[in-house]
């Protein structure tokens, strides 16, 4: 069982940036995969980002590729992620989540993943 909680949202100028905070409880915090959607009102949720258990493998959403970067605390049990050059179509509520996985697998589909935070929002004014 994953418990997750994210953190680090809130409002900032178009260009600016913002790093959002995802720490999850549990000992095999390590054995999961994790990502980062988001969903704009009136929008389906969208994947943003995802990292591999070990940390080594990420990949991301052409939408916020060379913008956005993902990464993992394993002493922290804390994911990041880094947002910059952000524009007012980031815009949304900003969630964290976990998937077990024993390998390298790219699981971008919100519904391959196990475990979800309450979510943070993120607004970037133009």
């Known amino acids: 069982q994953v418990q997750l909680v994210e953190s680090g949202g809130g409002l900032v100028q178009a260009g600016g940036s913002l790093r959002l905070s995802c720490a999850a409880s549990?000992?095999?915090?390590?054995?999961?995969?994790m990502g980062w959607f988001r969903q704009a009102p009136g929008k389906e949720r969208e994947f943003v980002a995802t990292?591999?258990?070990?940390?080594?493998?990420?990949d991301y959403s052409n939408s916020v590729k060379g913008r956005f970067i993902i990464s993992r605390d394993g002493a922290k049990n804390t994911v990041y992620l880094q947002m910059n050059s952000l524009k007012p179509e980031d815009t949304a509520v900003y969630y964290c989540?976990?998937?077990?996985?024993?390998?390298?697998?790219?699981?971008?589909?919100?519904?391959?993943?196990?475990?979800w935070g309450q979510g943070t929002q993120v607004t970037v004014s133009s």
């Open positions: 989540a976990a998937v077990r996985s024993s390998g390298w697998v790219i699981f971008s589909q919100s519904n391959q993943y196990d475990y």
């Open positions: 549990g000992r095999t915090f390590n054995t999961y995969t």
């Open positions: 990292i591999s258990w070990r940390g080594g493998n990420t």
